[in-house]
């Protein structure tokens, strides 16, 4: 039997992600609106290119699952993934492409603040969703493994008696 903590974690990891439209109740202003709503770890569709497939259709909505995602992790990031995995609600970032009146188009799915934060500040379409376990505990392992954390430096007071900005 193998330790699975002595083996090396893995940098990628496959998903889908679900896309939903709900109708809007009591709403006179729209009909209802797209969402994504999940995502799933692990994928049948892993390694192919990234597709959609209806999953439920009823008069108060639809749901679609788009396969072939893969979330990949990068060692400099790793900061930003244990502040995701500390905060109150670890989240899955979804970057889509949108056209208007369209569902969206999951193409990005990331771990990462940052990465969603540069996406945001494009205009892109980011919605986050809850982190499924299973992701929680492989980007765990993949921060115990590869984060550390800097020391605080102390800063040094300037030496006032030798009349480096002394007041004298």
């Known amino acids: 039997m193998t330790d699975s903590l002595s083996t090396p974690v893995p940098d990628s990891f496959s998903v889908s992600v679900i896309v939903e439209y709900r109708k809007a109740r009591d709403n006179r202003w729209e009909d209802g609106h797209w969402q994504v709503s999940g995502v799933v770890a692990g994928s049948e569709a892993a390694g ?21 995602l893969r979330i990949k992790l990068y060692r400099d990031d790793a900061e930003s ?33 940052g990465e969603a934060t540069s996406y945001m500040e494009t205009d892109v379409v ?4 809850d982190m499924p376990a299973e992701l929680y505990r492989w980007a765990e392992r993949f921060v115990l493994e590869h984060y550390v ?8 007071r300037e030496n006032w008696k030798e009349g480096n900005g002394s007041r004298n």
């Open 126 to 129: 980011v919605e986050s969703v």
């Open 48 to 68: 192919r290119a990234v597709s959609a497939r209806q999953l439920h259709t009823a008069t108060e909505g639809q749901q679609y699952l788009w396969s072939g």
């Open 81 to 113: 993934y244990y502040f995701n995995l500390l905060s109150d609600n670890p989240s899955v970032f979804i970057i889509c492409n949108q056209e208007a009146g369209e569902p969206p188009a999951p193409s990005i799915a990331t771990l990462s603040y």
């Open 149 to 156: 954390q800097e020391k605080r430096k102390k800063r040094k």
